[in-house]
């Protein structure tokens, strides 16, 4: 069996490069994107979050 029809091997993800052409994406396919991106800004963010919030309890203790 070819590796490609293993059914338990996990579907690739989609891939996005900054900058990369987008004239050969259909409109779904950039909403698909839009989509991927914006979940990653949101899981960014939620990072930054956390660290501020542990840099600042951090600072908290030391600075007493």
């Known amino acids: 069996m070819a590796r ?3 059914p338990d091997r996990p579907a690739p ?3 996005h490069a900054v900058g990369e ?3 050969a994406l259909s409109v779904d396919e950039l ?3 839009i989509a991927l991106l914006e979940a990653e800004i949101a899981r960014l ?3 930054i ?3 501020q919030a542990s ?3 951090a600072d ?3 600075k007493r």
């Open 4 to 6: 490609d029809d293993d």
């Open 13 to 15: 993800r989609p891939r």
């Open 21 to 23: 052409p987008l004239d």
């Open 31 to 33: 909403r698909l994107r």
């Open 45 to 47: 963010d939620a990072e």
């Open 49 to 51: 979050g956390s660290k």
């Open 55 to 57: 840099r600042s309890a």
């Open 60 to 62: 908290a203790v030391f």
